[in-house]
Each structure stands twice: as structure tokens, then as C-alpha cells.
């Protein structure tokens, strides 16, 4: 049980093109998703928490209008990074809260990796 | 701010080679520490929570405890599956999740 789906795994494009990531709970609904980025061989760095039919709350430095996220319905979330350049190339992976509780696990997909070239 | 810090960075053991991995933390009014195994180029996998100091939990050959300061996963006469980058992460008053950045796990044959 608790399975995230992430799609794409891998995406390449141009810069200044937009990419839609999808983050799905495939067996439970996700009252809260959050978005991670993580650069090779370091953790995991929330960028933005979202709760379904709400905005979402974006941590300090990530810039809202870049990285548009979007909760429809309690089974997915999506990270749109707008105008991407290299320097947003990186691996961003999405996970699932199936309460809501911050004392609950996280479950997570299995992530994009994102190059622009 | 809430801190986590897990050591060793890298850890090489022979198979059947048992050894702990250490996760310090300062986070304010923990709620629950976590452990998370990641293989190179997937996402966390849930390994288990822990709640309070002395609490301890099993799955064949991981065992996670817990003090007030630290959090130790133990590792007993492990195979080379289990080579694999350990997280550990905390959650406190902030209601967010924060990592550790991780150690890397290789067991040898």
C-alpha cells in the first residue's frame, strides 16, 4: 500500500521550455503533497507543501511563479517549472501524506530527472 | 532551525559485516523521526518512525532506535542488497519534514 507514482522519470529539453511533472497516490487519497529537489549526493530539499484545492505554500527562496504547482483532486499533484534553464536542471521528486499528520511517513515517488540543455 | 546530521558519510562493510549509522538531531518538539533507504536514482522508501526516546523498531535485519539527542540504525550481518543511501529525517513544531543528507551504504560480497 502508499504508492506515488511520479511521471515523467527522465525528461531533456531546451531551455526556456516548460515541464509538467505529475505526482499521483495510486491507493490512497493525499490529503497534503509536497515537492522535494535534490542535487546529486546531497538530501532532500522541500521546495513547496500542497494541499488539495488550496495554493501551495512554497519554502523560502523558490520562486512561486517559476514553480507553479497545482493540487486538483486528492490523487494528484503537478509541479509545472516554467521557462526552464540549466540551472533548473536537477532531481525533483514528489511525495504523499496520506492524513496530513507532519507525524505520519511521507511516501514518495520515484522521481524526474530533469536536464535542460 | 530544525537540524539533522547523519554520520558516516560513507560506510563500506564485508557482508555479514555488522555496523550502526548514526543520525543526530535538533529539532524542536520532535514529532517523529523517520528512516528512509534511497537507491541511486529512485525516491526514499519508508523504513520505519519513531516517536520517543527509547522506542525501537525492526525489519529483518534493520533495527532503528531512538534517544533525545540521536537516532542509530543498526545494520546486523548485512548483505549487499542492502547497499543503499540511509536518510534520516525529523519532524517537529515547524510540521516539516527535514533530512539529513544521508549515508552511503555499500556492503561488499
Known amino acids: 500500500g502508499a504508492v506515488v507514482s511520479q511521471h515523467p522519470s527522465w525528461v531533456i529539453c531546451k531551455s526556456g521550455t516548460s515541464v509538467k511533472i505529475e505526482c499521483r497516490s495510486l491507493?490512497?487519497?493525499?490529503?497534503?503533497m509536497f515537492w522535494y529537489r535534490q542535487f546529486p549526493k546531497q538530501s532532500l530539499m522541500l521546495m513547496a507543501t500542497?494541499?488539495?484545492?488550496?495554493?501551495?505554500?512554497?519554502e523560502q527562496g523558490v520562486e512561486k511563479d517559476k514553480f507553479l504547482i497545482n493540487h486538483a483532486s486528492l490523487t494528484l499533484s503537478t509541479l509545472t517549472v516554467t521557462s526552464a534553464h540549466p540551472e533548473d536542471s536537477s532531481f525533483y521528486i514528489c511525495?504523499?501524506?496520506?492524513?496530513?499528520?507532519?507525524?505520519?511517513?511521507?511516501?514518495f515517488g520515484d522521481g524526474t530527472r530533469l536536464s535542460i540543455l | 532551525e530544525d537540524q539533522v546530521t547523519q554520520s558516516p558519510e560513507a560506510l563500506r562493510l564485508q557482508e555479514g559485516e555488522s555496523s550502526s549509522l548514526n543520525c543526530s538531531y535538533t529539532v524542536s518538539g520532535l514529532r517523529g523521526l523517520f528512516w528512509y533507504r534511497q537507491d541511486p536514482g529512485k525516491g526514499p522508501e519508508f523504513l520505519f518512525t519513531l516517536y520517543s526516546a527509547g522506542e525501537e523498531k525492526e525489519k529483518e535485519r534493520l533495527k532503528a532506535t531512538l534517544t533525545k539527542k540521536e537516532s542509530f540504525l543498526h545494520i546486523t550481518a548485512p548483505k549487499p542488497e542492502d547497499s543503499a543511501t540511509y536518510l534520516c529525517?525529523?519532524?517537529?513544531?515547524?510540521?516539516?519534514?527535514?533530512f539529513g543528507s544521508g549515508t552511503q551504504l555499500t556492503v561488499l560480497p
Open positions: 500542497s494541499n488539495e484545492g488550496s495554493k501551495a505554500t512554497y
Open positions: 529525517a525529523g519532524t517537529g513544531s515547524a510540521r516539516q519534514l527535514t
Open positions: 491507493d490512497f487519497q493525499a490529503t497534503t
Open positions: 511525495s504523499a501524506s496520506q492524513t496530513g499528520v507532519s507525524n505520519q511517513p511521507q511516501h
